[in-house]
Every structure is written in C-alpha cells, then in structure tokens.
C-alpha cells in the first residue's frame, strides 16, 4: 500500500504562515507529478496547488502570490509554504500524487490547518 505521508499543519493566527511536507515512496515520487488539495467543512475538496515531476507549478487563483509549492526530488518530498493565511485558508490538506494518465493517484491522510485568533 503507498503512502503519502504528510506533516506540518496546526494552528495559526490570521497573517501567519506554515509549512506543509509530503514524502512518498521514491518511485512514485520520481514519476508522478504532486498536488496538494484541500477541503473545508461544508465544501468540496478543491485543487490547491501542483508541481509536475519536472518541476512546473500552478496555483488555484486564491492562493495566488500567498502559496508556493516545491519539491526536493533528494528527499522525495513535496512542500507547500503557505504564507499570509486567512481564516478561509482553514481546512484538511491533502498531499496527491497524480501521473495524469491512466494509473492510479495516492492520497496522503490529510492534515489539519486552523486559521484562529
């Protein structure tokens, strides 16, 4: 069983920042492309950010100029700086590995992030 295994959530005051990790097994890391999605209680998950295996990013426009997404391929880990945080910015992160084909995606076990204050 793969397993995406996330860290670096909790609680923060409005304006704060905090830094997400995701490691995965190293042969998916190396060939599958990451993205980090989130869901707030009473919402749909959503796509947050995403990096492809050789390195491109994009960003859902929210998080836009706030939210970086990197990846260290020595490590096998992706990271999401999340800076600047509002309190819509709450809610469960979910790490993602996705080949953008037919193979199967990975899901880590979400970690909570609580704007308050």
């Known amino acids: 069983q793969v397993q995406l295994v996330e860290s670096g959530g909790g609680l923060v005051q409005p304006g704060g920042s905090l830094r997400l990790s995701c490691t995965a097994p190293?042969?998916?890391?190396?060939?599958?492309?990451m993205l980090w999605y989130r869901e707030a209680p009473g919402s749909q998950r959503e796509l947050v950010a995403a990096?492809?295996?050789?390195?491109?990013?994009k960003y859902t426009d929210v998080v836009k100029g706030r939210f970086t997404i990197s990846r260290d391929n020595a490590k096998n880990t992706v990271y999401l700086q999340l800076t600047s945080l509002t309190f819509d910015d709450t809610a469960v992160y979910y790490c993602?590995?996705?080949?953008?084909?037919?193979?199967?995606?990975?899901w880590g076990q979400g970690i909570q992030v609580t704007v308050a204050g």
């Open positions: 993602n590995a996705d080949d953008y084909a037919l193979g199967p995606d990975y």
């Open positions: 190293e042969n998916i890391f190396k060939t599958y492309n």
């Open positions: 990096i492809t295996k050789d390195g491109s990013t």
